[in-house]
C-alpha cells in the first residue's frame, strides 16, 4: 500500500498547523504561533482504520500548508500525486466561503479529485459557535463538514478524521480495482 498523501489548506491563521499537529501527536497544545512557511510534511501512522469491517493501519504524509498567497507558486508542486484534501476555516475569519473555494478549484477540482476526498474542518478553538458556518455549508454541499477543538473535543476530530480516511481509503481502492478491470478490458478486446 503506497502512502495516502493529504494536504491540509485554508487562510493564513485558520488553525491548520495546530490540527496537523494534533493529529500526527507532534507536538503538545497550545504553542505560539508561527506562520507556516510554503509547507510542512508530516508523516505518521494510523491505526485502526475501518475498512469493510476491518481495521488496518495506514501511513500518511501529512502537508500543512501555508495559506499565504505568497507561496501559490508552489501549489502544483503540492498538488502533484494528492490523495485527498482538508480545507481549514475558523470561526474569526471573515470571508472564509470565498477563500476555500479558491483552495477547493484549485486542490480538489484541479487535481480531479471527487467532493468525498475532502473534508472541511470548522476549527473553533474556543468553542464560541454551536455549528459550521451555513455560508460554508451551503457552497460545499457534497463535502463533509467537521467543527473541531482540539482542547475539547480531541476524541471527535481524531474519530472525525479516521471516517474521512476510511471513505477515502475505499474510494482510492475502488477507483483502482475500476482501473484495473478497464485495463484488462482493453487486452481482452485486442
Not at 482538508?86 to 476555500?100: E, F, G, P
Not at 484541479?110 to 458556518?133: H, M, Q, R, W
Not at 478491470?181 to 487486452?187: A, C, G, P, Y
Request: hydrophobic content about 35%.
Amino acid at each position: 500500500m503506497h502512502t495516502l498523501k493529504l494536504i491540509m489548506i485554508g487562510p493564513t491563521e485558520s488553525g491548520k498547523t495546530t490540527i496537523a499537529n494534533f493529529l500526527a501527536e507532534a507536538t503538545e497544545i497550545p504553542y505560539d504561533y508561527r506562520p507556516t512557511q510554503g509547507v510542512r510534511i508530516l508523516e505518521f501512522e494510523i491505526n485502526d482504520i475501518e475498512v469493510n469491517n476491518e481495521r488496518i493501519s495506514r501511513d500518511l504524509e501529512l502537508w500543512d500548508c501555508s495559506g499565504n498567497h505568497k507561496f501559490k507558486n508552489c501549489w502544483s508542486a503540492i498538488r502533484k500525486d494528492v490523495d485527498g484534501v482538508i480545507l481549514v476555516y475558523n470561526a474569526k475569519m471573515q470571508d472564509s466561503s470565498r477563500k476555500l473555494k479558491e483552495y477547493y478549484d484549485y486542490f480538489v477540482s484541479g487535481a480531479k479529485l471527487e467532493p468525498n476526498c475532502c473534508v472541511i474542518f470548522f476549527f473553533d478553538p474556543d468553542n464560541t459557535t454551536s455549528s459550521v458556518s451555513k455560508i460554508i455549508s451551503s457552497s460545499f454541499s457534497n463535502v463533509s463538514h467537521v467543527k473541531c477543538n482540539v482542547d475539547d473535543g480531541g476524541d471527535k476530530l481524531k474519530a472525525d478524521f479516521r471516517l474521512f480516511l476510511s471513505a477515502l481509503i475505499i474510494k482510492l481502492h475502488e477507483d483502482k480495482e475500476e482501473k484495473l478491470i478497464m485495463s484488462d478490458n482493453i487486452l481482452f478486446a485486442k
